[in-house]
Nanobody
Framework: QVQLVESGGGSVQAGGSLRLTCVVSGFDYVSDYVGWFRQAPGKEREGVAVLFPADGVTKYPNSVKGRFTVSQDNANNTVYLQMNSLKPEDTAIYYC????????????????WGQGTQVTVSS
């Protein structure tokens, strides 16, 4: 059974930091890619980071580049998202997902999803 379980969300003030954790089980994600997405109320789900575990390559959109960092601990099947200098517009439910084909910023490219964790940034 494939599972992705996120944790680490919470409420912080603008300028603060949070680290999200995604534990992957039942799926060999190392040969594919892992993405972090977020969805704010009334908005579409958008990608904020992608990791290719096999070689450690990471990708970010301009909206979070320099503030968010995705990393991995393959020994524990865990992917992290470190978020610094948080802004109120970062408020959303954050999801991790595992994919194997398709455009990496497309939701449809991801086969498995976690349940999400809420991040709230106050001004």
């Amino acid at each position: 059974q494939v599972q992705l379980v996120e944790s680490g969300g919470g409420s912080v003030q603008a300028g603060g930091s949070l680290r999200l954790t995604c534990v992957v089980s039942g799926f060999d994600y190392v040969s594919d890619y892992v993405g972090w997405f977020r969805q704010a109320p009334g908005k579409e789900r958008e990608g904020v980071a992608v990791l290719f575990p096999a070689d450690g390559v990471t990708k970010y959109p301009n909206s979070v580049k320099g503030r968010f960092t995705v990393s991995q601990d393959n020994a524990n099947n865990t992917v992290y998202l470190q978020m610094n200098s948080l802004k109120p517009e970062d408020t959303a439910i954050y999801y991790c997902a595992a994919g194997d084909s398709g455009p990496i910023w497309s939701v449809s490219a991801y086969k498995y999803w976690g349940q999400g964790t809420q991040v709230t940034v106050s001004s």
